[in-house]
């Protein structure tokens, strides 16, 4: 047979009958690739937990999935089919109630065993379908938000909350009854509704704050522009290159990014320890097999791209590995090359459990393998698919073996691939256009034609258009995916709702925030002991024209911050950065350029500014200053191109400033309002839209803009001496003079 669609029940499984039945621990990742775990090679992360697992069991060098997306991926696991078995040609990515009657943890319940389930779902059943009837104990535990308030008002992280439950069900384990246990981790997938670089995007468990900040991350082994230019134009305007530009795309967002990620893998680390431990403690760790894998791969900026989606063994390729602790010496800490799959594990499990495979499986056990070696009759093709999310994801199916892997993308005029896997690992080059490869092409073309046929048969034609995500080369990043009215804004307050905003604090009654009367509205009652923000998740912010009408209270002040970076080592709603203030009593404040647990005041009200490559800031030039009554709408505008910022309040001019500090300044950063420590206030923020400019804009030289010897200082802030005079930029010390 061409493609290996009903697994015959292992020998091992009927011998396993009279012996104790094994515990199984599944521990299932999301979106992870196999380069982010020590024991397949990265020398930075770490993982000493898993690299554990690995050490006392065997690791899969080539484990992949079937379908690289997070409910395909897990209803396969969950039902032993592939995407185009369990459902329909009309609607493949629902599965069908026959092929869901039976999970495979019903299986294993046949056969005495207690199942638990915790952790993220996100398979798309039959409305008919019900969790809880096919596990002991399940609960669903999901991202959004992956911080979860808990009875006592702290927050905790949602792989924390999985594995508490994991090991509460261990706890409660009946003696001599074997378990299986479900650990489904929504970490490392991003908040995709937060695209705030770090801790927005990426989450990670509070007590990993600052771990991997001291290290540069390479970058994209792949990531090589002319990469992403050989695509084809149909996989350059996908939502794999839409969330390139949320997260991959400038370099400052990347060792963001990349180093949250990795402490959300070092979380999961951590978090498997703890229930390791547990497991012990229990008396059960010698009994109970361990596995972990991912649902899918992830691209991290190689290609160009982001999510997975597409037929590259950045988005197949997992890790997979597996540690049953009863087996000898000899059979624990070793590799495999065998072609493994998602697909595999059901069948597994039920081999473990000493069951009967059911016929309709399409996987086979790999205890074999575990337990010995890849048997001789072991696979040596696998078959590969996308169809989900068709109208934006370029579908495709094709076959992977040793030496070549053939896709065609069947709704893009069966556009086809064909890459050399032996001297073309990196897939740089698709030979199908080779006509010395014609004979390899078409002998693979028709073994997938016949594959497709047995799995259930081609789908069903598009049904609607294909839309693009993005272009390949947006002008602004920050306008992809964004609705953009006529004259080239986007509105970030709805009038309605903080849709949209984020302003999640450590302070379980730090709830500063609502809407009034068509406002974003903040309220403090002058307690504040630290200033609180709520921040714009939609987007990063690089040059932009922001237009919103401000209200604040008489004693009241604001800002707003902008190019921010968000600082959850001083609290998760903590914003530093650029800001404009809103000041209701003090004009010389209104509307000054300052920079939050930065370099502070760069300019006050009414000073053109040019902040020397030292980062000292030099008054240039002046404009009137004008009082703005409090308690009263006023019109802010910020807009700033390059390193160019300027603020205006009502129409008149408030802040100029020049920003030549190459180390101290920000190209790029967060949007957010604060409400701040003093007297009691309300701040009231509307029609709040920006305009995003292009990326590109150049940015000022210190040889164009040279600051006048008499140029004076400006005023710190803080108490000054009474003696204090305002530095002169020709009298500066020489060594700055100098530089």
């Given at each position: 047979m061409l493609?290996?669609?009903?697994?015959?029940?292992?020998?091992?499984?009927?011998?396993?009958?009279?012996?104790?039945?094994?515990?199984?621990?599944?521990?299932?990742?999301?979106?992870?690739?196999?380069?982010?775990l020590g024991c397949y090679g990265n020398g930075q992360i770490q993982t000493?937990?898993?690299?554990?697992?690995?050490?006392?069991?065997?690791r899969f060098e080539n484990a992949f999935v079937s379908q690289s997306i997070c409910w395909v991926s897990r209803t396969t696991i969950l039902t032993g089919l592939t995407g185009r078995s369990y459902g329909t040609a009309a609607n493949p990515e629902f599965a069908r109630a026959d092929a869901v009657e039976t999970l495979y943890t019903d299986v294993l319940r046949d056969n005495g065993y207690r199942t638990g389930y915790f952790g993220k779902w996100h398979a798309k059943m039959p409305k008919e379908f019900q969790r809880e009837d096919h596990f002991d104990e399940v609960e669903v535990?999901?991202?959004?938000?992956?911080y979860k308030r808990q009875a006592d008002g702290t927050l905790r992280h949602e792989t924390d909350v999985i594995v508490d439950r994991g090991i509460d069900f261990v706890k409660s384990q009946p003696k001599d009854k074997p378990f299986a246990l479900n650990m489904w981790f929504n970490a490392c997938h991003a908040e995709?509704?937060?695209?705030?670089?770090?801790?927005?995007?990426?989450?990670?468990?509070?007590?990993?704050?600052?771990?991997?900040?001291?290290?540069?991350?390479?970058?994209?082994?792949?990531?090589?522009?002319?990469?992403?230019?050989?695509?084809?134009?149909?996989?350059?305007?996908?939502?794999?290159?839409e969330r390139f530009f949320w997260r991959w795309n400038t370099d400052a967002k990347y060792q963001t990014n990349m180093r949250a990620y990795y402490r959300m893998v070092t979380g999961i680390d951590r978090a498997i320890g703890r229930f390791m431990d547990a497991l012990d403690e229990a008396g059960l760790a010698e009994n109970t097999i361990v596995v972990y894998t991912a649902d899918n791969g992830y691209y991290m900026g190689n290609r160009g791209l982001a999510g997975k989606w597409s037929h590259y063994e950045e988005a197949l390729r997992v890790p997979m590995i597996i540690a049953d602790p009863r087996l000898p010496a000899s059979q624990q800490g070793k590799t495999t090359d065998a072609m493994a799959l998602n697909l595999d594990l059901p069948s597994t499990f039920v081999d473990w459990a000493g069951g009967e495979i059911p016929?309709?499986?399409?996987?086979?056990?790999?205890?074999?393998?575990?337990?010995?070696?890849?048997?001789?009759?072991?696979?040596?093709?696998?078959?590969?698919?996308?169809?989900?999310?068709?109208?934006?994801?370029?579908?495709?199916?094709?076959?992977?073996?040793?030496?070549?892997k053939y896709v065609r993308y069947f709704d893009d005029g069966n556009h086809e691939f064909l890459h050399d896997l032996v001297n073309d690992p990196d897939e740089l080059v698709n030979l199908a256009p080779d006509p010395d490869h014609a004979e390899t092409l078409t002998a693979m073309r028709n073994r997938t034609t016949a594959v497709v046929a047995e799995l259930g048969g081609p789908l069903d034609p598009l049904a609607d258009p294909f839309?693009?995500?993005?272009?390949?080369?947006?002008?602004?990043?920050?306008?992809?995916?964004?609705?953009?009215?006529?004259?080239?804004?986007?509105?970030?307050?709805?009038?309605?709702?903080?849709?949209g905003w984020t302003s999640l604090s450590d302070s379980p009654d730090a709830d500063y925030w609502s809407v009034e009367d068509g406002a974003m509205t903040g309220k403090t009652d002058?307690?504040?002991?630290?200033?609180?923000?709520?921040?714009?998740?939609?987007?990063t912010v690089q040059n932009f024209d922001l237009r919103v009408k401000v209200k604040v209270t008489a004693g009241g002040n604001s800002g707003l911050q902008y190019r921010g970076t968000s600082r959850s080592d001083m609290g998760l709603d903590v914003v530093t950065g650029y800001q404009c203030d809103v000041v209701a009593d003090n004009p010389n404040y209104n509307g000054m350029l300052y920079e939050e647990k930065g370099r502070r005041i760069l300019s006050h009200t009414g000073q053109k500014v040019i902040v020397d490559v030292d980062g000292s800031p030099w008054i240039v030039g002046d404009f009137p200053v004008k009082s703005f009554e409090a308690d009263q709408w006023h019109d802010y505008r910020v807009l700033v191109e390059g390193n160019h910022h300027r603020h205006w309040i009502d129409g008149h001019p408030t802040a100029d400033l020049i920003d030549?500090?190459?180390?101290?300044?920000?190209?790029?950063?967060?949007?957010?309002?604060q409400v701040h420590v003093g007297p009691a206030m309300k701040i009231q923020y509307k029609d709040f839209m920006i305009k995003h400019l292009p990326d590109d804009l150049p940015l000022m030289q210190a040889a164009d803009h040279p600051i006048s010897d008499d140029a004076v200082g400006v005023k710190p802030q803080g108490k000054l001496p009474k003696n204090w005079t305002p530095p002169i930029y020709g009298e500066r010390l020489p060594t700055a003079a100098a530089n």
């Open positions: 493609f290996v669609l009903i697994a015959v029940t292992n020998v091992l499984a009927e011998d396993s009958k009279d012996a104790k039945q094994p515990n199984i621990v599944f521990f299932f990742t999301d979106d992870q690739t196999t380069s982010t000493p937990n898993i690299d554990a697992i690995a050490a006392r069991g065997t535990i999901g991202r959004n938000p992956y995709d509704s937060d695209r705030r670089p770090g801790i927005g995007h990426f989450p990670w468990p509070r007590e990993l704050d600052g771990m991997y900040d001291d290290i540069t991350i390479p970058s994209p082994r792949l990531g090589d522009p002319a990469i992403f230019e050989a695509l084809p134009d149909f996989l350059k305007t996908t939502i794999n290159r016929n309709r499986y399409q996987g086979r056990s790999l205890r074999p393998i575990v337990e010995d070696a890849k048997p001789t009759d072991w696979r040596s093709e696998t078959f590969h698919e996308h169809f989900a999310v068709r109208n934006r994801i370029p579908a495709f199916e094709g076959l992977r073996n040793e030496k070549y839309t693009d995500s993005t272009v390949p080369h947006p002008e602004a990043a920050a306008n992809v995916g964004a609705k953009v009215d006529k004259d080239g804004f986007v509105r970030i307050f709805d009038g309605k709702s903080l849709r002058g307690s504040l002991k630290m200033n609180h923000f709520i921040t714009w998740e939609q987007s030549l500090d190459v180390n101290g300044r920000s190209l790029e950063g967060v949007l957010a309002v």
